[in-house]
């Protein structure tokens, strides 16, 4: 089992700045793609950014390209999503996931094993 516990989030006004941290504890930590998504309300989960085990590849998604930046600290079993030129659309409950699979990066929520429980961002007009 990998617990995982996510904070940073909050009201930001749009153009601002936020830095989601991840929090893990159980399993080797190295042994995990880390990944972040996001849900608004009535929509879908959708997948935001993933980053390889030893933090050497990182893949976005298109509507998040070049304004966040996902990294991870292995030694302290953290990842961190750092999101630049918030829009509102932006707004969302933000997970970090882990997947334990070997290859491509995973974008479907389907695909990583554990979760953590999440946490709002909200970015005003």
């Known amino acids: 089992q990998v617990q995982l516990v996510e904070s940073g989030g909050g009201l930001v006004q749009a153009g601002g700045s936020l830095r989601l941290s991840c929090a893990a504890s159980?399993?080797?930590?190295?042994?995990?793609?880390m990944g972040w998504f996001r849900q608004a309300p009535g929509q879908e989960r959708e997948f935001v950014a993933a980053?390889?085990?030893?933090?050497?590849?990182?893949y976005y998604a298109d509507s998040v390209k070049g304004r966040f930046t996902i990294s991870r600290d292995n030694a302290k079993n953290a990842v961190y999503l750092q999101m630049n030129s918030l829009k509102p659309e932006d707004t969302a409950v933000y997970y970090c996931?882990?997947?334990?699979?070997?290859?491509?990066?995973?974008?479907?929520?389907?695909?990583?094993?554990?979760w953590g429980q999440g946490t709002q961002v909200t970015v005003s007009s």
């Open positions: 159980g399993r080797t930590f190295t042994n995990y793609v």
């Open positions: 980053i390889s085990r030893n933090g050497a590849s990182t």
């Open positions: 996931a882990a997947d334990r699979t070997y290859g491509n990066f995973n974008i479907q929520q389907n695909q990583y094993d554990y």
